[in-house]
């Protein structure tokens, strides 16, 4: 059987990751960085991480032990995922068995960021009608993926979108040619302006004129690369940079109704959708735990891995353990995360306020034969 730290190599061999810091690894952890040349990482310790000490370990232990079920974090941390069930004391089971490593941006990236998402609620119905104007859809029926790992083993973890146009793959529609589909409407919603904050979020609920709830979640994309509309806004002089939030947005948007098109369209992207059988869901298939789950970028930080983080939120210091459960297109970077907040109207309240320099850790197996002396 292969050891913990071989799977680690062999899983993060296409993520990456170097070190850059004053720490001079061992022959482990110069393997490791080496496996992972995307992040650099620096050796710390659990005493170092801000506010520790106010975790409430049991509680993360769960949020672990839940994590547990995706395949992903099951093939990370193996053995450790079946001792978490076993862990009597939840802070001495993790202090024994994980050692901290702090993720640090390239000198030439901005300083970490924390920003938030949540779960909305539209309302809709499946029968189109002049309230229900605006059509939720599924995956297009021409919509082409080729997964261009099965060609260059180097590009595994990209995807090229397409349609075939005579005998051409060309780029699929943008959002202002995506008005008719070949696809499956889900259901028909009464606010085009919902309907792209939606897609923004990535998941949530549409209550139907018949008073069912349908929850949906991200099944596929454009293949168009995302662009903030708050940018856009800013670029046209409708909001300074400082004003930027998702209240804000939309405030500007419901106040000027003859340019939502024209500002939505700024952004090529469209997410498609698949009905789901649970509330928010995200890339491990299950379901988000508020304030536990972050969305990451999959090229610098494993899905299924267990990070802590910290960052001002409303003033206050935030610290915990989190579980990179869910990815998004505007996070990018090694030193970036999207915390999912929940469901209702103050997740949305602080999801659309939140934008804060952020810390992170990865919490990786501890070594016991490099902890020696």
Request: aromatic share 12%.
């Amino acid at each position: 059987m292969k050891s913990l730290y071989t799977l680690f190599f062999s899983l993060f061999f296409l993520l990456g990751c170097s070190h850059k810091g004053t720490h001079v690894p061992d022959a482990r952890e110069q393997a490791l960085f080496d496996y992972m040349p995307r992040t650099s990482l620096s050796k710390s310790d659990f005493n170092a991480l801000p506010n520790w000490e106010e975790e409430e370990f049991e509680q993360a232990l769960a949020s672990f032990r839940f994590s547990c079920q995706s395949t992903k974090t099951r093939t990370l941390y193996r053995e450790l995922c079946e001792e978490a069930f076993l862990a009597e004391d939840a802070e001495s089971f993790l202090r024994q068995k994980f050692r901290p490593y702090k993720i640090e941006n390239h000198p030439s990236q901005k300083e970490g960021l924390l920003t938030g998402y949540y779960e909305p609620l539209l309302h809709g119905s499946k029968t189109q009608s002049d309230r229900y104007r605006y059509p939720l859809y599924a995956t297009p029926k021409d919509l082409i993926m080729v997964d261009l790992g099965a060609i260059y083993p180097e590009l595994k973890h990209y995807r090229l979108r397409g349609r075939i146009e005579g005998d051409k793959l060309v780029p699929y529609y943008t959002r202002a040619q995506s008005e008719e589909l070949d696809a499956e409407v889900l259901c028909y919603v009464d606010s085009k302006i919902e309907r792209f904050f939606l897609e923004i979020q990535g998941s949530g609920r549409v209550l139907l004129d018949t008073n069912e709830t349908m929850y949906v979640g991200y099944a596929n994309q454009n293949g168009h690369k995302y662009s903030a509309i708050g940018g856009y806004l800013v670029a046209i002089g409708a909001l300074k940079q400082e004003e930027v939030s998702l209240q804000s947005i939309k405030r500007w948007l419901e106040a000027n109704p003859e340019r939502v098109d024209e500002v939505l369209n700024s952004n090529d992207s469209v997410v498609y959708f698949a009905a789901k059988e649970k509330p928010a869901s995200g890339s491990l298939g299950l379901e988000l735990t508020p304030k536990r789950s972050v969305a990451v970028d999959k090229r610098y930080i494993p899905l299924g891995s267990m990070l802590y983080l910290n960052a001002p939120i409303k003033e206050e210091s935030f610290s915990r353990i989190v579980l990179a459960q869910d990815t998004g297109g505007a996070i990018k970077g090694a030193v970036r995360a999207d915390l999912f907040l929940g469901y209702g109207e103050e997740a949305m309240e602080t999801a659309g306020e939140l934008k804060a320099p952020l810390q992170l850790w990865i919490l990786l197996p501890k070594q016991e034969e490099s902890e020696q002396g």
